[in-house]
């Protein structure tokens, strides 16, 4: 993936600032390169095919559940991806010129555990934040550490710490972990 950042050249601004923004922007992709996982439920339309369009969910063998094709591998791919190779598959003798849009209605859920007033599983919203994710969760408790947390992303062998600050991303399948704060 190539992203350029246009940063006016200005005395306020430096080199390695432009950079550091760069490389923002690159950690945190756009929704259309979202990668596909288990739980994910998404709206397929086939133009002029009103049977073969509607709104499916990711399964656990991590496909899409289609007719006439069957079943398509979802999990790790993007929607254009995904609606490329249900093209493909609706051209080898079901229908003429498909022309196919798919639009992600809702994101798999995240978890948060831990110090927090509610812990449990809840639905990920575009451009959830750690705090986001604490406010959905009820809180901290007293006891709660409010400087680092601990992040699973989805498919990821181990926790990573992170550091809480306001703009910390929260992204779909994520396990939140908030430790207890020690005296």
Known sequence: ????????????????FAAQMETAVAQDPPETDYPLGVADKVRIIVFDEPSLSGEFTVNANG??????????????????EVATVIRRHLMDGYVLQPRVSIDILTFRPFYILGEVNKPGE???????????????????????????????????AQ???????????????????????YL
């Open 1 to 16: 993936m190539s992203i350029s950042l246009a940063v006016p050249a200005s005395p306020a601004t430096s080199p390695s």
């Open 159 to 181: 926790s990573v710490k992170a550091r809480i600050a306001p703009d910390l991303k929260v992204r779909p399948g994520d396990t939140i972990r908030v430790g207890e704060r």
């Open 122 to 156: 809840y639905p990920y919203s575009s451009g959830l934040t750690i705090d986001g994710a604490v406010a959905t969760a009820q809180g901290y408790t007293y006891r709660a550490d409010k400087r680092k947390v601990f992040i699973k992303h989805a498919g990821a």
């Open 63 to 80: 496909a899409l559940s289609l007719p006439l094709i069957g079943d398509v591998r979802a999990v790790g791919q993007t929607a254009t």
